[in-house]
């Protein structure tokens, strides 16, 4: 039997994972239709709805993000996007 692990997204990972896809705050707000406020305020505070925080985190997954964590620190991997 295989334990699944689902790594919640840290606000530094949003971060990461924007800049690695190369988007600002603004294209990302457009992208998903967050605020660019709501998606300031998660990458400053980690403050968000969880619904807000899954919205994001979907959108990065499918852009071939994938959200780990080792030794207890937060971080990405790039990978190629899901196909449509």
């Known amino acids: 039997m295989f334990a699944i692990h689902i790594v919640r997204m840290h606000p530094v990972q949003l ?15 457009e992208e998903t239709g967050i605020a660019t406020s ?6 400053n505070t980690g403050n ?3 619904s807000t925080a899954q919205k994001l985190q979907r959108f990065f997954e499918t852009s071939g993000i994938e959200f780990i964590e080792r030794d207890g620190k937060p971080g990405i991997l790039v990978g190629k996007p899901a196909s449509s």
Do not use: Y
């Open 48 to 50: 968000a709805r969880l």
């Open 15 to 29: 971060k990461l994972a924007r800049n690695a896809l190369g988007l600002s705050m603004m294209k990302l707000s």
């Open 38 to 43: 709501t998606i300031l305020r998660f990458e």
